[in-house]
Each structure stands twice: as structure tokens, then as C-alpha cells.
């Protein structure tokens, strides 16, 4: 069965640095996701992209975040200038394509990768 | 504010015994309600998903239930396995013109005894 792959598993990185976070969606998707969790809590959204636009971001997706689809396969998140609290999970998740009216979208599973651990020193 | 809750925080019971958990939301406008499954270290899985109009729906051993009028819903898991042990996670999906925003509960952490 496809999966969505995120590199790398574990990402150690100096506070201030910008790091990437690169993740593979299933190959026929073309809707992405990034989504966050802090150890011990829930799962926090950051932001859709759709066409090569974000079409929603959450408060926390501020102006540290951007988001890429630099060829046909990789999706990355990258974070300007990390801070202590940019230390979470970080999942990357994508939906099938559908054809028809664009509210169904939102009713189509997310498929998630197995995380990138960011761990900000 | 969209909140999604859920109980217990965590249950532990004996294989082969049948659990049931639950999700309460204040998600609006309300799109559909999933149950993911969670097993340490690895990303969610997806159970189910419910529309609106879907009462019920099944997965195997996994049944959800849905009750869009008080905002509730269930997973009730039957003849549970040792590989049941994960953290079950009830989502919300929000309507209206967002690209399917997914909100999280914290989940409720099962361990399966043998």
C-alpha cells in the first residue's frame, strides 16, 4: 500500500537555525498537509496546500514557516529561525484527488507519514 | 471555540474484552468526524470517517458511532488484541471553505492486557 515518507526520522538542530523538513506524499495526491505535536499533547494543525498555494495556515503557521513543492514529489516545511518550542512531531499527510465539487474534498482521508522529530537544542 | 474532547484519557482491559470510547465536539461548521489510531512513534492511522449523515460505521473489530445533534460519537472495539495497544484519536474535519482543517482530541491511550 502507498505511504507517505518523511526524512529525516530525527532532526537535532542548534536554536536559530532553519531547518527542512522533507516529506514524499503518495504519488497520486494533490492535496498536502503539515501538522505538529508537542510531546504529550494533541495534534496541532499548521497548514494545507493545494495547486502550489497554501490554502489555510493555523496561528501557529507564522512567518517563520514556509512550505514548498519544489518538483513532482517532495512536499518540505521549512522553519526560518527555530526556537526551544519549534521542538514537536511534525506529520505531513495527503489526500486523494477528486473530481466534483470541492467541499468533498474535505471528506477524503489523510493519509499521515510516520513524523520527523524535531528536537531544538 | 472548535475543541474536541475526549474520554477516558486512558483504559487498560484483558484480551478478548470488548471497550468503548468517547469523542465530544464544538467543531463548527461540522464536516465529519474520523477515529485514527495511533501506535507509538508512528503517524495516525485512519478507522473511519462519518459524514454528517452516517450513524454508524464499521471497521472489523472497530465500530464508530456518530450522533450529529449532541455532538458525540464512539469507538467501540470488539474481542480487543494485544495489538490494540495504541492511542486512539477522534477528529474533527471542519466544513465550509476550508481544505479539510482536521481538529484533534488527545486521544485515549489503550493497553490490551494478556
Known amino acids: 500500500e502507498p505511504e507517505v515518507t518523511q526524512t529525516p526520522s530525527h532532526q537535532v538542530t542548534q536554536m536559530g537555525q532553519e531547518v527542512i523538513l522533507r516529506c514524499v506524499p503518495i504519488?497520486?495526491?494533490?492535496?498536502f498537509y503539515w501538522y505538529r505535536q508537542i510531546l504529550g499533547q494533541k495534534v496541532e494543525f499548521l497548514v494545507s496546500?493545494?495547486?502550489?498555494?497554501?490554502?489555510?495556515k493555523s496561528e501557529i503557521f507564522d512567518d517563520q514557516f514556509s512550505v514548498e513543492r519544489p518538483d513532482g514529489s517532495n512536499f518540505t516545511l521549512k522553519i526560518r529561525s527555530t526556537k526551544l518550542e519549534d521542538s514537536a512531531m511534525y506529520f505531513c499527510?495527503?489526500?486523494?484527488?477528486?473530481?466534483?465539487?470541492?467541499?468533498?474534498?474535505?471528506?477524503?482521508?489523510?493519509?499521515f507519514g510516520d513524523g520527523t522529530r524535531l528536537s531544538i537544542l | 471555540k472548535n475543541q474536541v474532547e475526549q474520554s477516558p484519557q486512558s483504559l487498560i482491559i484483558l484480551e478478548g474484552k470488548n471497550c468503548t470510547l468517547q469523542?465530544?465536539?464544538?467543531?463548527?461548521?461540522?464536516?465529519?468526524l474520523r477515529w485514527y489510531k495511533q501506535d507509538t512513534g508512528r503517524g495516525p492511522v485512519s478507522l473511519t470517517i462519518?459524514?454528517?449523515?452516517?450513524n454508524t460505521k464499521s471497521n472489523g473489530r472497530y465500530t464508530a458511532t456518530l450522533d450529529a445533534d449532541t455532538k458525540q460519537s464512539s469507538l467501540h472495539i470488539t474481542a480487543s488484541q494485544l495489538s490494540d495497544s495504541a492511542s486512539y484519536i477522534c477528529?474533527?474535519?471542519?466544513?465550509?471553505?476550508?481544505?479539510?482543517?482536521?481538529?484533534f482530541g488527545r486521544g485515549t491511550q489503550l493497553t490490551v492486557w494478556p
Open positions: 499527510a495527503s489526500s486523494p484527488t477528486l473530481t466534483g465539487k470541492k467541499y468533498l474534498y474535505s471528506n477524503q482521508p489523510q493519509h
Open positions: 504519488s497520486n495526491h494533490l492535496y
Open positions: 496546500f493545494y495547486n502550489n498555494e497554501i490554502s489555510e
Open positions: 469523542c465530544n465536539y464544538t467543531v463548527s461548521p461540522f464536516s465529519n
Open positions: 462519518m459524514t454528517f449523515s452516517e
Open positions: 477528529v474533527v474535519s471542519a466544513g465550509g471553505s476550508t481544505l479539510g482543517r482536521l481538529y
